[in-house]
C-alpha cells in the first residue's frame, strides 16, 4: 500500500528524487515519513512532512540537502535528495502514521503503513 522508487546509482554531489505513492488508505489523513538502513547500521528516519500544514522534519544529517514534499492529489509523497554522500548510500523506505509530533515522527510505533525500499547507491 505504499510502494517507494526512484532510487538508484549516482556520483557523490548528484542528485535523485524519490516517490512514495500510497493506495488503500485516505493518502491526505496520514503524515509521511522516510527512514533510511544502511548495511550494518540501525534504521535511521530521514525525514517527515506533515498531512495538515506541511510542516516538516529532518534528521540533522541531512538537513539544508534533502527536501521532503507530498502532493495530495497524487497520493504521492517525496525525498528530494541533494548533495549526496557516499553516507547517504541505503536503502530507503516510506511509511504513513496517522499524526506524528516532534517527539515521536522518528518512532518506528508512531506508523500504521510501511512500503518496501528504493535502493540509493552514492559512488563514483
Known amino acids: 500500500q505504499l510502494q517507494a522508487f526512484g532510487g538508484g546509482l549516482v556520483q557523490p554531489g548528484g542528485s535523485l528524487r524519490l516517490s512514495c505513492v500510497a493506495s488503500?488508505?485516505?493518502?491526505?489523513?496520514?503524515?509521511m515519513s522516510w527512514l533510511r538502513q544502511a548495511p550494518g547500521k540501525k534504521p535511521e528516519w530521514v525525514s517527515c512532512i506533515s498531512k495538515v500544514d506541511g510542516k516538516t522534519y529532518y534528521a540533522d544529517s541531512v538537513k539544508g540537502r534533502f527536501t521532503v514534499s507530498r502532493d495530495n492529489a497524487k497520493n504521492t509523497a517525496y525525498l528530494q535528495l541533494n548533495s549526496l554522500e557516499p553516507e547517504d548510500a541505503a536503502v530507503y523506505y516510506c511509511?504513513?502514521?496517522?499524526?506524528?509530533?516532534?517527539?515521536?515522527?522518528?518512532?518506528?510505533?508512531?506508523?500504521?503503513?510501511w512500503g518496501q525500499g528504493t535502493q540509493v547507491t552514492v559512488s563514483s
Open positions: 488503500g488508505f485516505t493518502f491526505e489523513n496520514y503524515d
Open positions: 511509511a504513513a502514521a496517522p499524526r506524528v509530533t516532534l517527539s515521536t515522527w522518528n518512532r518506528d510505533y508512531a506508523y500504521d503503513y
